[in-house]
């Protein structure tokens, strides 16, 4: 009994040197503050300043040449609004807003639906499944353009396809398909699919790894079917998923230029133009530069409507 008390009393005199303060209080050493306290917010002021003149003073600059004749040689004169009212007056530039928007949500469909179809099936079960994930994931690490002139030599009317089709006895089905003004820019539509639909896989599989089994299991074994689980279990889950997904197939979609560019370069007869192969005419090859600074700032003001609009859709709601 008397060695535990010495020992307590010895501890107390260890805690309570000369240095304590405060009638044996401990002493305790004092812990830098850490480098990000003395700046706080202002640390970030270079990355915010880099931004704001690469990025938004640039975009607010082209924007205004939006609104002159700027012809990129010379003075320009400001016109207000004529730009934008010749763009609404062109039927070519009015078809390829409308090419603009078709693509856009068929793109936005085609590689949701394939991506989830395939992120299910890849998700657990398949033995397979790592070797087929890299299978369909490979296209979206190649080149758009490299992609696109392969299948522009695909659906050449002497190419692979038709050639596959005639093997088979499908000869009726043969078609210049990028010289058909229907067909084509339903070809631009399937090549920008085939390449991306991978990475709608990746983003899905990720999402449905946060789904819990234990979950599905107890849905099944009371009697849930397979939609019932799909839609009340699987879906909830992957929310955070679809928004990515959706979001960034939308902005893409909206943006689509190389494979139009490679495959058909806007025809045949204006039928594949979108609104970036318009910019880029319009601006780099026939020099006008106001004009197709309108169009870059209509487009932009698109990608952010629909932008806005898609994440309004698809938030969380309590």
Known sequence: MSSTTNSRSTAAVVRSGPGASGGGAISRPRRGRPLIAYGHWWWALPAIAAVVLIHYVATAGGAFYAFTDYTGIGDFNFIGLENFQQIFDDPTMVGSLRNTLFLAFGFLIATNVVGLLLALALNRTLKTRYVLRALFFMPVVLSPLAVSFIWKFIFQFNGPLNAFLGAVGLESLQKTWLADPTLALWCVLFVMTWQTFGLVMVIYLAGLATVPLEIEEAAALDGAGTWSRFWHITVPSIRPSLVIASALMLIQGLRVFDQVMAL??????????????????ETFALSNFGFGAALALMLTVIILVFSVVQQLATRERS
């Open 264 to 281: 058909t370069g806007g025809g045949p007869g204006g039928a594949t133009e979108t609104l970036a192969t318009q910019v880029y005419k």
